[in-house]
């Protein structure tokens, strides 16, 4: 499996880069906002992935970040979006927008992308709201849980408390002090 790639561009297509690594030349379908910001002879790396249909080629995608790379997987896994939705997704939205638009329900927004209607967008928000509202759960910090564990609180119950919530920019103490607000029931 091709998991990483670096290389010189050697040459540019509509959606593609060809990625000359040693003596090989590989063709790599990228997001737009990328293919338009390379320029031809510009070494640079890439996270792939590999998609090998039933029917056809094999088809290698190339992501900036392993977050894109990341997000590209999961959309590939909803019904109905294939991998040239999912690179066109990728294309015209940051995937800290697309993540915003999902948690919010923002199908409007998510159906101006090429290739998605009203439908597959509202499709997408309900099969990959779960996996976002969890991503962001995630990103609480570790000190956090050990000081709300310390005082009796479930890991669900931090969970529940602080789903929604962007703790990013807040001092733990702060985020301490929001989050016993929430636990305790007060509104804030």
């Known amino acids: 499996m091709v998991d990483y790639l670096k290389g010189r561009v050697f040459r540019k297509y509509g959606n593609a880069v060809t990625l000359l690594c040693g003596p090989l030349g590989i063709k790599v379908f990228v997001p737009l906002h990328l293919l338009n910001r390379v320029e031809k002879g510009e070494e640079i790396e890439l996270f792939t ?23 590209f997987r999961k959309l590939i896994k909803v019904p109905k979006v294939g991998s040239k939705v999912a690179i066109s997704i990728l294309s015209h939205v940051e995937p800290e927008e697309f993540k915003r638009a999902v ?14 209607g009203k439908k597959l967008s509202e499709r997408i928000i309900s099969e990959l709201r779960p996996a976002v509202e ?26 529940s408390a602080l789903k929604g919530i962007n703790l990013e920019g807040l001092t733990v103490n702060d985020a301490v002090k929001l989050a016993l607000k929430r636990l305790s029931g007060r509104k804030f």
């Not at 570790?142 to 564990?149: D, G, M, R």
């Open 49 to 71: 992935e590999l998609i090998v249909p039933p029917e056809g080629a094999p088809t290698l995608y190339g992501f900036e970040t392993e977050e894109e790379r990341e997000l």
């Open 103 to 116: 948690l919010e329900g923002d199908a409007d927004y998510l159906s101006k992308i090429p290739g998605l």
């Open 134 to 159: 969890e991503e962001k759960v995630r990103k609480i910090p570790a000190e956090l849980y050990e000081i709300l564990t310390s005082l009796g609180y479930k890991k669900s119950e931090i969970n």
